[in-house]
C-alpha cells in the first residue's frame, strides 16, 4: 500500500500593519528592574535622613527634592525641613553665598541660586534661560514675552512704576547678535521691565486712586525695591565670582592634566619641539578635564605616541632635506630680486632724466597762468610720447643715444601735452550729469599780463570751471579715515588734482560725482545772487563771503567743540542700572553759561555740509545763511583779537602753492628734480608772503590780487576751514 506524505501548512502571510495593530493590543510586559535606590531611604527615621540630608550641598538638595514624592515632601516640609536648608545654604559648598531674604523661603533661594537653568513660568531647561535677580525668576525667551511688561509702557508713562515695581533689565533678544557687537554701547537693548501681573494691578489701582492706601506707603515700597535692589545686586557680584571660579578651577584641571602628560611623555624619551608642536597642544585629549591616572594613561597614551611619532618623523625628514638644494634656491630668489632691483634702477634713471630733461623745457617755454595748474607730473608726462615708454619698457642702461631721443622727444612734447589736457577735460565733460547747469557761453579769459603763452588751453576748458561742478578723489575716499575729512573739487579742480596713484594721471580722471555738495554750492549762489552758469570757484574766493549755519544739531557742536570731545550723557552704574550723574567739575557752570559760533568760508561751508564720524547727519543747504550786521560786528572784533575767538593760521598761506601772473618766477625758482621726486615730480610754487614779496620788489604792486597778479595751484588741494576765526565766543544772557 503507498505511503503518503502530510501536506506543510505555511503561516498566513500577515502585512507590518496588521502586525503592529496586533502587538499593541497585547498587555505590556512587566519590567524586571529592581527597586530603586531612593525607595529604601523611606526605611529611615527622620533624624537619620535628616542628619544626612544636612550634608548635602544646596544644589544636590534641590536635585533630590525632584526624585521622588517622599524626599519631596521631607525636603519641603516648612517646620522640620528648614534647619536643613539653612545648614545647606551656609556651608562651604554655598560658595558664601547671599544670605536668603525674609519673603522667601529656603527651598525657593536655593532653586534661584543652585538649581538647573529653568524656566520658573514652564518648567523648560533650555540654554536660553536669563536669571533676573531682581524678579527673582529664572525665565526663557517665551515666558519674558507673556509674562513680563516694559515699565515704558505703562499707562500714561508714569516714571513712579520703575521706583514702586519689582524691575530689572530685560534683554530685547530680536536684535541680530551681529549688529549688536559692532555697536559702541548695547545698552539701548535693554529694557526695564517689572511682572505683567503687578504691571496691572498697579494700573488698576491708579485709575482707583487708591494708590496710597494699600500695602504700605509709597515710601514703604520704595524702601522695599531698594532692599530688593541691593539683595540683587549682592547675587549678580556672587554669581560673578563662582563663575570665574569655576572657570579657574576647570582651568587649573586641565593644566595638572596637560603637565602630567608632559612628564609622562618626556619620560618615554620624546623631546620637547615635537611635545610643544600645535598639532599636540590641540588635541582634543589635552583639553578633557579628566585626572591623568595609569588606566587613563593605557588609552591616552598609545594616541599620543602615535601622534608624536609621525611628528618627529616629519622633522627628521625635512632636516635631512639637501642644504645644497636650499642654498641654491635662496641663490636664486636673491639673484632674481638683484636683477629686479637693477631694473628699476635702470628705471628710475630714464625717469629722473625725463624729469630733468622736462623741467628745463618749462623753464625755457612760457605757460599761462591759467594753464599751470593742468600740466601732467612727470610719472604722465613719461606716458606721452611712445618712444620714453619703449626705453621704459627696455630698461637697459641709459647710452647717449637714448639721452639725445630724450631730448628731442621732450623738446617736441608741447602738442602732446596740449593734447592731453583737452582729452582729460573732454572726460570730465562726459562725467558730468545732465541736470546740472551748463555754461551758455565761455567764461572770459582771466586777466592776466602775460599774452601768447606756449601752454595756454584755458579757453576750451572755461566751460567746466564751475563751482556747481563737485567732486571728490576716489583714492582718497578708499584710504582715508573716517573721521578726516574728504577733499572736494570744484570746477577745474578736478582736472588739476594729480595725486601720487597711478588712476589719477590717466587720460581717464579717477573721480566722483558729488550731487549732495552740489545742492549746497546752489544754495550759497543764490545767497551770494550769483547765476549757478557763470560763477567760478574764483569768483567765491575772491569774494571770500562769511557763511553760518542755522542746523540745531552744529550749532549744539560747535558750542561744545572747544571740549575737544564728542557731545554725550555722562552715564554710571548704580546697582546695576543706568544713571545719569550730575557733573562736580567747577567749570562746568560756566562753561554751560558760554555759546559760541563759527563763521565758515564758502568751501569749508560745502564740506561742513557734509556726514563726518565726528557729525553723522547730513545739514540741509537751507540752513545757511549770510551774517548779520551784529554778527558781522563781532567777527571784524575778533579779527582784531578783541573779543575771544579761537584761531588757526591758514594752510593755504603757509603752502607752497602761489605763482606770480607777471613773470616765470616760479619755474624759475623751482628746484631740480632728485632721486626721490622720480614718480611724480611737478613744478614747484611758492609761499604767498614770497610772491607777495616778489610783487612788490620786481613789479610795483603792493597788494596784489588773484586772478591778475598772482595765481593758486589747483593741483594743491586749498584748506580754507581757518580763514576766518574758527570759533567766537560770546556772552550768554539768558543764562545768567
Not at 512704576?161 to 530689572?168: E, K, N, Q, V
Request: aromatic residues 6%; hydrophobic residues 35%.
Amino acid at each position: 500500500m503507498a505511503q503518503f506524505a502530510l501536506p506543510t501548512i505555511h503561516a498566513p502571510v500577515v502585512s507590518a500593519k496588521e502586525r503592529k495593530k496586533r502587538d499593541s493590543a497585547q498587555p505590556p510586559k512587566r519590567s524586571s528592574m529592581r527597586t530603586s535606590r531612593s525607595s529604601k531611604l523611606g526605611m529611615l527615621s527622620l533624624d537619620i535622613l535628616y542628619m544626612i540630608l544636612a550634608l548635602l550641598a544646596p544644589g544636590d538638595l534641590v536635585n533630590l527634592s525632584r526624585t521622588n514624592k517622599m524626599l519631596r515632601g521631607v525636603l519641603l516640609s516648612r517646620r522640620s525641613s528648614t534647619h536643613v536648608w539653612k545648614r545647606a545654604l551656609a556651608g562651604p559648598a554655598a560658595f558664601n553665598c547671599p544670605p536668603c531674604p525674609e519673603d522667601v523661603s529656603e527651598p525657593v533661594w536655593a532653586n534661584l541660586l543652585f538649581g538647573e537653568p529653568r524656566c520658573t513660568s514652564c518648567g523648560s531647561g533650555d540654554d536660553t534661560t536669563v536669571t533676573y535677580w531682581e524678579l527673582r525668576a529664572r525665565l526663557c525667551s517665551q515666558c519674558e514675552k507673556t509674562c513680563l511688561c516694559r515699565t515704558s509702557k505703562v499707562e500714561g508713562s508714569d516714571p513712579s512704576a520703575a521706583s514702586i515695581l519689582p524691575t530689572d533689565y530685560v534683554f530685547d533678544r530680536n536684535v541680530v547678535h551681529s549688529r549688536i557687537r559692532k555697536m559702541s554701547n548695547i545698552d539701548c537693548f535693554e529694557y526695564e521691565s517689572a511682572w505683567r501681573e503687578d504691571v496691572q494691578k498697579y494700573e488698576r489701582l491708579k485709575q482707583g486712586g487708591h494708590l496710597r492706601g494699600i500695602c504700605g506707603t509709597r515710601r514703604s515700597m520704595q524702601a522695599a525695591k531698594d532692599m530688593r535692589e541691593r539683595v540683587a545686586e549682592a547675587c549678580v557680584l556672587w554669581a560673578a565670582q563662582r563663575d570665574k571660579a569655576r572657570v579657574l578651577g576647570i582651568r587649573g584641571q586641565k593644566n595638572e592634566r596637560i603637565v602630567e602628560i608632559r612628564n609622562r611623555l618626556l619620560a618615554l624619551g620624546y623631546e620637547s619641539v615635537d611635545i610643544n608642536h600645535s598639532t599636540v597642544q590641540k588635541h582634543k585629549e589635552l583639553k578633557s578635564t579628566q585626572r591623568m591616572t595609569d588606566k587613563v594613561w593605557q588609552r591616552v597614551g598609545p594616541i599620543l605616541c602615535q601622534v608624536l611619532n609621525q611628528l618627529r618623523e616629519e622633522r627628521l625628514a625635512a632636516k635631512t632635506l639637501s642644504q645644497q638644494s636650499i642654498v641654491t634656491a635662496r641663490a636664486d630668489q636673491l639673484h632674481a630680486a638683484s636683477l629686479r632691483q637693477d631694473r628699476e634702477l635702470r628705471a628710475n634713471a630714464v625717469r629722473l632724466k625725463v624729469a630733468q630733461l622736462y623741467a628745463s623745457l618749462l623753464k625755457r617755454i612760457r605757460v599761462a597762468p591759467t594753464s599751470f595748474s593742468f600740466l601732467p607730473g612727470s610719472l604722465s608726462f613719461c606716458g606721452l610720447s611712445p618712444p620714453i615708454a619703449a626705453i621704459l619698457a627696455e630698461a637697459h642702461e641709459i647710452s647717449n643715444d637714448d639721452i639725445v631721443n630724450l631730448k628731442n622727444v621732450v623738446a617736441s612734447s608741447l602738442p602732446s601735452i596740449r593734447i592731453w589736457m583737452l582729452l582729460r577735460a573732454d572726460a570730465f565733460r562726459k562725467c558730468i550729469p545732465a541736470s546740472w547747469p551748463k555754461a551758455v557761453a565761455p567764461s572770459p579769459p582771466l586777466d592776466t599780463p602775460l599774452s601768447e603763452s606756449d601752454v595756454d588751453v584755458y579757453a576750451h576748458i572755461a566751460d567746466l570751471d564751475l563751482a556747481v561742478y563737485t567732486t571728490r578723489c576716489r583714492r582718497h575716499h578708499s584710504i582715508s579715515r573716517a573721521k578726516e575729512s574728504e577733499p572736494l573739487l570744484f570746477g577745474l579742480d578736478a582736472l588739476a588734482h594729480n595725486c601720487s596713484s597711478g588712476p589719477c594721471q590717466t587720460i581717464d580722471l579717477n573721480i566722483s560725482i558729488r550731487k549732495d555738495s552740489h545742492d549746497t554750492v546752489l544754495r550759497i549762489l543764490e545767497l551770494l545772487d550769483l547765476d549757478p552758469k557763470a560763477a567760478r570757484p574764483l569768483d567765491l574766493d575772491r569774494m571770500n563771503e562769511p557763511f553760518v549755519t542755522t542746523c540745531s544739531t552744529c550749532l549744539d557742536d560747535a558750542e561744545r567743540e572747544y571740549q575737544r570731545g564728542k557731545p554725550s550723557v555722562l552715564y554710571t552704574i548704580v546697582k546695576g542700572k543706568a544713571r545719569p550723574v550730575k557733573s562736580t567739575r567747577p567749570d562746568f557752570r560756566l562753561r554751560l553759561q558760554q555759546r559760541s559760533w563759527c563763521p565758515m568760508n564758502w568751501r569749508h561751508a560745502v564740506m561742513h555740509m557734509n556726514p563726518t564720524d565726528l557729525k553723522p547727519h547730513r545739514c540741509p543747504p537751507r540752513s545757511l545763511r549770510l551774517l548779520t550786521p551784529d554778527e558781522k560786528a563781532q567777527l571784524e572784533l575778533a579779527q582784531k583779537g578783541e573779543i575771544r575767538a579761537y584761531k588757526i593760521q591758514s594752510r593755504t598761506s603757509e603752502a607752497a602753492c602761489w605763482g606770480c601772473c607777471h613773470c616765470q618766477v616760479q619755474l624759475a625758482a623751482s628746484a631740480e628734480p632728485h632721486s626721490s621726486q622720480v614718480e611724480n615730480w611737478r613744478p614747484r610754487t611758492m609761499l604767498l608772503h614770497d610772491v607777495q614779496q616778489h610783487l612788490s620788489d620786481a613789479h610795483g604792486i603792493a597788494s596784489g590780487v588773484e586772478g591778475t597778479d598772482m595765481f593758486f595751484d589747483r593741483c594743491v588741494y586749498r584748506d580754507e576751514r581757518w580763514s576766518f576765526p574758527h570759533t567766537i565766543f560770546i556772552k550768554d544772557t539768558d543764562t545768567e
